[in-house]
């Protein structure tokens, strides 16, 4: 006699890009690794709506954008992938908005957004452009759609729009997921944590700030995701102090300032002329290098793709793996990285600009092969082959551009950086400066090789601490995350409209308790002290297991169920606030048992998988795509194999339908 099998459940808490991802992954992965017998029920735990999730939801200012251009946005597989699963390609982000003008076909299940004004950009979207948050959202929300649609048709999902507070259960038996709305937990044979960008209570720090922020009646705005900060509390006129020359000062600047009713006019000259509304507050800017992120570029490669990886990719890792040693990031893998980016540039400078180059290129790569990036004959070459030295590579000059440098007055260093932003911004929109781009393709398959030598465990801890987490991932946002060049040219408009002032590099805060404010100083100008009485902390939260705002995660912390990333050996102790997860399938490493958890999963930003946080580029063999197919496939393997023993849990979610 035979007898139907118990469904087998999944829960999957986060709805947010990583678990949309990770669902396509799964309805690509079925038709090889699910049998048609029995059910797959999939809950999804997250307050905001899946595909978009917390920080992608439509309901956010419509001024804030994306800092990447809208054919540079992807979420499906390509040629490029290397995964063990089927490659389904997809639409990018400006080709899905092509079917909405008609100058693209229609991609199932079609639907038009709701939202009248995105509908309105997504018929104007040019591939070149940036887009609105709103309109990633509405892409987003059709990912997910798309990925529900392609499921089997044993398979079902659920979504539970609440928190996700605590999971309990043995590691050989079924899961308990405990919801915020009700009492009777969701019980699952399997569950992944894929809650993306999450908040975290302030530092020391910062705590002392708000204290003092308290005790004299001043606005203290700790590190925040830029859609969720509170800046009501910022008179029209206030002076504020804003820490950070990021993504997070850009939406901030934004917020304040168009957000406020101001606009800008553009020129006869081209440039833009600030148009104040009388309701911004005035702000001072200044960070660790005292400069904004650099312009994206937009523009295309001019010349054929660079090959990449050539110098920096899994040869090069298992080579430095096979030394045996420990290893200094600085000292013995950068030269391999820098070498790396520097073919991505010099590939595309002369394949694209021959006339400013003075050696056929198969004579300068055969050249460059043979040595090191820091050799003297690699800068003898170099200076050889490229004439101009605006077109040669300078990794140090890029990295701290106002070293060395003082000025003797405020006005005199804000007439020096403007002069710097509106060079960057000319450069970053000039094809004839491509060789930019192929640096930074280099620099994205850089960055996908890297977590290799970390989770092997080779690179020594204060090379983790203050080279992997600190230097590099700091210099790969400065020079790749940086806004579209229409916001630096806002930003000059609101410099020369005495808005925005720039404090310099080294920004130092502290506090008067005589006159209640807070002060910023920088070695960039000399002896001048700002007075002022706001300050914001202006860039994201950092990852902290101890701080968490996530209730979930702080309640297995709290019992000891999973275990913050610990690198350390003799001579140092680092500890990263990310979520330790196995190097393969993302495990959370749970130290009550002494090595992974079977039935627990973590995916993303909290983890120490280190993945670049920005949605992947079209042909770039994206990691986050490869642990996605990785991670799809070794679930859908434990759950065919996964017994009767899940008592499932009765349908009071929201079934989700295409």
């Not at 920080?55 to 954008?65: D, F, G, K, V």
């Not at 920096?312 to 820098?338: C, I, N, T, Y």
């Not at 009485?533 to 994201?540: K, R």
């Amino acid at each position: 006699m035979s007898s139907t099998p118990s469904p087998a459940v999944l829960v999957v808490v986060g709805a947010g890009p990583r678990a949309t991802g990770l669902l396509e992954r799964i309805a690509a992965n079925a038709p090889e690794l699910w049998g048609e017998a029995r059910e797959l029920r999939i809950h999804l735990v997250d307050p905001h709506p899946p595909g978009p999730g917390r920080i992608w939801r439509h309901e956010q200012s419509a001024l804030l954008r994306m800092n990447s251009m809208a054919e540079d946005v992807t979420m499906f597989t390509d040629e490029s992938s290397t995964i063990d699963g089927p490659v389904q390609p997809g639409p990018s982000l400006a080709e899905w908005a092509a079917q909405f003008s008609g100058q693209g076909p229609r991609h199932a299940p079609y639907a038009e957004p709701t939202d009248p004004d995105v509908l309105t950009e997504l018929r104007t979207l040019d591939g070149s452009d940036f887009p609105t948050r709103r309109a990633q959202s509405a892409y987003l929300d059709w990912v997910f759609r798309r990925a529900l649609a392609q499921l089997p048709p044993t398979a079902t999902v659920e979504w539970h729009p609440t928190t996700a507070t605590a999971v309990t259960g043995p590691p050989d038996g079924p899961q308990q997921v405990h919801l915020a709305d009700r009492a009777t937990p969701l019980t699952a044979d399997l569950v992944v944590l894929a809650q993306g960008h999450l908040g975290s209570a302030p530092a020391d720090e910062c705590r002392d700030h708000a204290a003092f922020a308290r005790r004299h009646g001043r606005f203290h705005l700790p590190p925040e995701f830029s859609a969720d900060a509170d800046l009501a509390g910022l008179r029209p006129g206030e002076h504020v102090i804003l820490r950070g020359f990021g993504l997070a000062f850009i939406d901030l600047m934004t917020l304040l300032t168009e957000g406020r009713g101001g606009s800008y006019r553009t020129e006869s000259d081209g440039t833009l002329t600030y148009l104040p509304s009388g309701r911004e507050p005035v702000l001072h800017v200044g960070s660790r290098r005292g400069v904004p992120y650099h312009s994206k570029t937009r523009y295309r490669l001019q010349g054929p793709r660079p090959p990449l990886p050539r110098h920096f990719g899994p040869d090069a890792v298992d080579a430095l793996l096979a030394e045996g040693r420990p290893l200094d990031l600085r000292r013995d893998v950068w030269p391999l990285m820098a070498k790396e980016i520097g073919f991505g540039h010099y590939h595309e400078l002369f394949h694209a600009h021959p006339e400013r180059t003075a050696l056929p290129w198969a004579d300068f790569v055969a050249a460059y092969d043979r040595q090191g990036w820091y050799d003297a004959e690699t800068a003898a070459l170099v200076a050889r082959a490229v004439p101009d030295p605006a077109d040669r590579l300078d990794f140090e000059v890029l990295d701290r551009p106002l070293d060395g440098l003082a000025f003797p007055t405020p006005e005199a260093f804000q007439d020096h950086l403007r002069d710097h932003i509106a060079r960057d911004v000319a450069r970053r929109e000039d094809p004839q400066f491509s060789a930019d781009l192929g640096a930074f393709l280099a620099l994205l398959s850089v960055y996908g090789q890297l977590p290799r030598l970390v989770t092997a465990g080779r690179l020594t801890a204060r090379s983790v601490a203050e080279g992997v987490d600190g230097w590099w991932h700091g210099f790969f946002s400065f020079l790749a995350s940086g806004p579209p060049g229409f916001r630096l040219r806002q930003l000059l408009a609101l410099s020369r409209a005495g808005i925005v002032h720039f404090v310099g590099a080294g920004i130092r805060i502290d506090t008067d308790e005589s006159t209640g404010t807070f002060t910023a100083t920088s070695p960039t100008v000399p002896g001048h002290t700002l007075h002022a009485t706001a300050l914001i902390q202006a860039y994201l939260p950092g990852p902290c297991l101890d701080r968490t705002e996530d209730p979930l995660l702080r309640e297995l912390h709290r019992a000891g169920a999973l275990t913050e990333e610990v690198i350390a050996d003799p001579t140092h102790t680092h500890r990263s606030g990310l979520l330790a997860v196995s190097p393969a399938h993302g495990h959370v490493l749970d130290p009550s048992l002494d090595s992974p958890h079977p039935r627990r999963i973590a995916l993303g930003a909290p983890t120490n998988s280190r993945a670049v946080a920005a949605f992947a580029r079209p042909r770039t063999d994206a990691p986050a795509f490869r642990q996605n197919d990785a991670v799809a496939r070794a679930l859908l393997r434990a759950l065919s194999a996964s017994g009767a023993e899940t008592v499932t849990s009765p349908l009071d979610g929201r079934p989700l339908r295409v």
